[in-house]
């Protein structure tokens, strides 16, 4: 292979020495880590002779001027912070991967027609102002004037926070991009997931990321004495939510047996008030999380789970409401880039895939503004946001070599869907 393993496992075990040390891999959005972490990233990509900014977003940018098209960028994109607790793979891998394309480039005396950034996008994950793809938002002109002013629980603003990490809000225009200076734009990841890896597939070829609802939903009954109050006249919010889980999980597995699409959800957060061990619960909140390849699915989900919630209240001597908190559409990859990654993968012999990525990315952004693609690794177990997520050095070669064979094929050709 023409990319250099070794080198690019080095680069991994650099990064993942800035970690809070009471919680590994942790570099949390805006911390001093992960500020000293990009030092070090600016400092590794001046090493293959990339020109190093951060723009007005806030993302840093390392880039290789081309010999023709210098005006056409091949971007590839992921980003260094994480999830508390998180692992040493999410986006690091991705960018790692970018930086050893530009050594193999220069090894190779090797330059693209087009020129070529690698970027590490700020602020990817949820984070202190509740808003993520921070990086990626601001370049693809997402982030708004009220996401700036947000502020934290230290009375940071989001904008005093971008600037803090290098950027410039005043001119957050000026990190705008758009198709005509995106020739295209790559992301490697890690599944975070455990389709790969038990299949014992080499790569996954995403053909697009999933839309996200998410669903507020609060029980309302009447909290009384559990000691004192007759089963036959109770109004319990928590037997009808525990009703209602159960309904989502139903509808669920009935769109996800269609066998269409892909489909999951899930209630991950419950809140039970007056949340005594004595006292019948009189409002549960929780939230539902649906995520869809294919955006009628999520509405059928959600007009199904409303009639079931209806008729559970109603069961139940209570009553309901729900709001959308997050409505975010499906992003279909590219198919020209799609079926670059796909026969890149056919000449490597690398068993590939073709899936959907359940998580979101910065990808999702860049592809409202670019051609998008993106290739999975496989994640150990499935295992990802946790200090135990692990990718084996191989198989991150592997997808780098993938990724380095189709960044050559579409340099030498227009891209159209």
Known sequence: MYTDGKRLWDSVEALAEYTDAEMPFSRLPFSQMHGHARKKLEHMFRGADLEVRIDSAGNLIGRLEGAKWKDRVIMIGSHSD????????????????????????????????????????????????????????????????????????????????????????????????????????LELHIEQGPVLYSTDIEIGVVADVVGIRRMEVEVQGQANHAGTTPMNLRHDAMVAAADMVVAVNC????????????????????????????????????????????DKMLERFAVACDAAFERICEERSTKYC???????????????????????CEALGASHLRMSSGAGHDAVFMGKIAPMGMLFVPSRAGISHSSEEWTEPAALHLGTEALYRTVLTLDKCRIED
């Open 82 to 185: 994480t999830v508390p607790g998180g692992g040493r793979f999410d986006g690091i891998a991705g960018i790692l991967a970018g930086l050893e394309l530009a050594h193999t480039l220069k090894d190779r005396g090797v330059r693209l027609e087009h020129s070529l950034e690698i970027v590490d996008f700020l602020a990817e994950e949820h984070n202190e102002f509740g808003v993520s793809c921070i990086g990626s938002r601001g370049m693809s002109g997402h982030l708004s004037s009220e996401h700036l002013t947000i502020v934290n629980d230290n009375g940071e603003s989001l904008s005093a926070a971008i600037d803090r990490m290098g950027g410039n809000t005043i001119r957050l225009g000026d990190a705008r991009r758009t198709d005509r200076d995106l020739h295209a734009f």
């Open 322 to 344: 729900s709001s959308v908190s997050t409505d975010s559409p499906s992003t279909r990859c590219n198919s020209r880039v799609v079926e670059a990654i796909a026969s890149t």
């Open 251 to 294: 509808e669920a597995l009935k769109l996800d047996a269609e066998g269409k699409s892909y489909f999951v959800a899930t209630v991950g957060r419950l809140c039970v008030s007056p949340n005594g061990a004595n006292v019948v619960p009189g409002r549960v909140n929780f939230v539902i999380d649906a995520r869809s390849s294919d």
